[in-house]
């Protein structure tokens, strides 16, 4: 199964929106974190609303989107890092600190997403160009912890855009069942009577992983939710994949910032280093000649 993103337009060009179906994206998401149904849920709106900023606010390939949340909640620190791999497909890696959290259902049945992550803390967005070290960031506090709440408040605090915006993910015994979302932005020319229209039927559609669930297609979605038959498609068939690009240069260069002091510890306490990626569990070993050659080469030691 592949992803689906696509972006229309909407109310004769004058509301922009785009649709995610991140099914596939959330199920190895799953696999790679080996994720309960709680963190799934929790990790899947997160990616699929990263892969929504991506796709808006990405515009080369040296741009990248770091998200972090953190909340006072018990899943703890949530990272997401965005890349474009080329104009159509974004990557993404993203991880959260406790992978193993499984609450209660909430009394409505829905996973508590908002108790994983908890209602007192913040959202912090950075947007930064590699070449050029043009930097964005924007943060706000949490709202409630259940992520498309959230970041439609970063939108309309950090962006001053209004914004709909609605994130789903659906679990079963198998794994993820149905997980996407959509944005939607009404442009400067949009009117009021455009606004009451889709606030209108946003009130009026299911949740958007029932609807995916359905197997109403993403045009479909995007006709329902902006109460508009006539849409046109702007942009289709983009990606977004999973990507972790890390290497034992790059946790080589996390050791030597520990500074000599503390690596010459290390040596004498285990006489070796362990690591692991957070966002792809790749595991790197540092041995004892690896960690003395790392002290008498390191410049900043
Ligand atoms: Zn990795």
Redesign the pocket.
């Given at each position: 199964m592949e992803n689906k993103i696509t972006k229309f337009l909407a109310h004769e060009k004058r509301v922009a929106v785009m649709c995610l179906d991140t099914t596939a994206l959330v199920e190895e998401i799953r696999k790679i974190h080996d994720l309960t149904p709680t963190t799934t849920a929790v990790l899947g709106r997160v990616a699929t609303v990263s892969s929504m900023m991506a796709h808006l606010n990405l515009k080369e390939t040296s741009d990248n989107l770091t998200i972090q949340i953190k909340g006072n909640g018990p899943i703890g620190t949530i990272v997401s890092i965005c890349e474009l791999e080329d104009l159509r497909t974004a990557t993404i890696k993203v991880y959260a600190d406790e992978n193993k959290l499984e609450l209660p259902l909430k009394e409505n049945g829905k996973i508590d997403v908002g108790g994983a992550v908890g209602n007192y803390g913040f959202l912090n967005v950075i947007r930064q160009n590699d070449i050029t070290n043009a930097k964005y960031n924007g943060i706000i506090p949490l709202v409630s912890g259940e992520i498309a709440e959230d970041f439609t408040e970063f939108f309309a605090k950090s962006e001053q855009k209004p914004t709909a915006l609605a994130l789903g993910v659906l679990v079963d015994k198998n794994g993820v069942k149905r997980a996407g979302g959509y944005i939607i932005n009404p442009l400067p020319d949009a009117t009021e009577e455009d606004i009451t229209k889709i606030e209108q039927a946003i009130a009026n559609s299911k949740p958007i992983s029932t609807m995916l669930d359905e197997n109403l297609s993403l045009e479909e979605i995007a006709k329902i939710v902006t109460g508009d038959e006539n849409i046109e498609v702007l942009k289709e068939n983009l990606q977004v994949k999973y990507k972790?690009n890390?290497s034992k240069d790059k946790f080589e260069r996390g050791i030597r910032s520990l500074g000599k002091d503390e690596i010459q510890t290390i040596l004498e306490e285990d006489g070796k280093i362990d690591t692991e990626?957070n966002?792809?569990h790749?595991k790197y070993h540092f041995s004892k000649e690896e960690l003395e050659f790392l002290i008498g080469d390191c410049p900043i030691c």
């Open positions: 972790c890390c990626c966002f792809c790749k």
